[in-house]
């Protein structure tokens, strides 16, 4: 015999208790976040997975996602970062930053600002973190730094600079997705662009001037021989 759907819940229909449900299932991910008992991705599956019983989604919104044109372009730029890794690419870049192993940090992050910045403009953001992740970290290991010193900066350049263009944050990818679903078109490829430009300057000015003075010193990788 076929479940009834959507179920006869209490509040099926009710405008005034699903918006507690949804809040709740958020307190719910945050605690399941901080005691770390789910990895990130299983627990959002489960929250989408029992929101359907619950009467929050219906089951073609719960799979809806899986077809989104920003989250096929998302795993597009994963597969095009990890063959960037696999092919050697970087290692001319990794070879150019050596040069400025005498440098100040500053300047240091001035320059990882001048590779990440374009790149992170055109693959996701999340995924130029994962390819430069260790590069950074050889390099801090040839100039005997803790790590921190420049993948906290690695981090926030990334950030300021995906939101350059469309494709760089799939924060902006979802937000085009959503207005051409509500009629409004999607957005241009650089739409946000002069504006980014000049908030990926200013940004990167005032990490290379506030981070060696702020940023914790942790006790320092080995120095390559």
């Given at each position: 015999?076929?479940?009834?759907?959507?179920?006869?819940?209490?509040?099926?229909?009710?405008?005034?208790?699903?918006?507690?449900?949804?809040?709740?299932?958020?307190?719910?991910?945050?605690?399941?976040?901080?005691?770390?008992?789910?990895?990130?991705?299983?627990?959002?599956?489960?929250?989408?997975?029992?929101?359907?019983?619950?009467?929050?989604?219906?089951?073609?919104?719960a799979l809806a996602g899986f077809g989104n044109p920003a989250v096929?372009?998302?795993?597009?730029?994963?597969?095009?970062?990890?063959?960037?890794?696999?092919?050697?690419?970087?290692?001319?870049?990794?070879?150019?930053?050596?040069?400025?192993?005498?440098?100040?940090?500053?300047?240091?992050?001035?320059?990882?600002?001048?590779?990440?910045?374009?790149?992170?403009?055109?693959?996701?953001?999340?995924?130029?973190?994962?390819?430069?992740?260790?590069?950074?970290?050889?390099?801090?290991?040839?100039?005997?730094?803790?790590?921190?010193?420049?993948?906290?900066?690695?981090?926030?350049?990334?950030?300021?600079?995906?939101?350059?263009?469309?494709?760089?944050?799939?924060?902006?990818?979802?937000?085009?997705?959503?207005?051409?679903?509500?009629?409004?078109?999607?957005?241009?490829?650089?739409?946000?662009?002069?504006?980014?430009?000049?908030?990926?300057?200013?940004?990167?000015?005032?990490l290379a001037l506030v981070a060696p003075r702020v940023l914790p010193?942790?006790?320092?990788?080995?120095?390559?021989?």
């Amino acid at each position: 015999m076929p479940l009834p759907w959507p179920l006869p819940l209490p509040w099926a229909g009710s405008s005034a208790v699903a918006p507690w449900l949804i809040l709740a299932a958020c307190l719910v991910g945050v605690v399941a976040l901080l005691h770390r008992r789910l990895p990130l991705e299983m627990l959002i599956l489960a929250l989408v997975i029992a929101a359907v019983p619950a009467g929050l989604l219906t089951p073609s919104e719960a799979l809806a996602g899986f077809g989104n044109p920003a989250v096929i372009t998302v795993v597009a730029m994963f597969v095009v970062s990890a063959a960037l890794v696999r092919t050697g690419a970087l290692a001319p870049v990794e070879r150019w930053l050596g040069r400025f192993d005498d440098a100040s940090l500053a300047v240091q992050i001035l320059l990882l600002g001048l590779v990440v910045g374009p790149l992170s403009a055109v693959i996701s953001n999340t995924a130029v973190v994962a390819m430069f992740i260790p590069v950074v970290e050889r390099w801090c290991r040839r100039l005997a730094i803790s790590p921190s010193r420049l993948l906290m900066p690695l981090s926030f350049l990334t950030v300021l600079a995906g939101v350059g263009t469309v494709l760089g944050t799939s924060t902006n990818l979802v937000a085009s997705s959503l207005s051409l679903q509500l009629g409004y078109g999607s957005f241009a490829l650089l739409q946000f662009t002069p504006m980014a430009l000049v908030t990926y300057a200013a940004g990167l000015v005032v990490l290379a001037l506030v981070a060696p003075r702020v940023l914790p010193s942790h006790p320092c990788l080995p120095r390559a021989g």
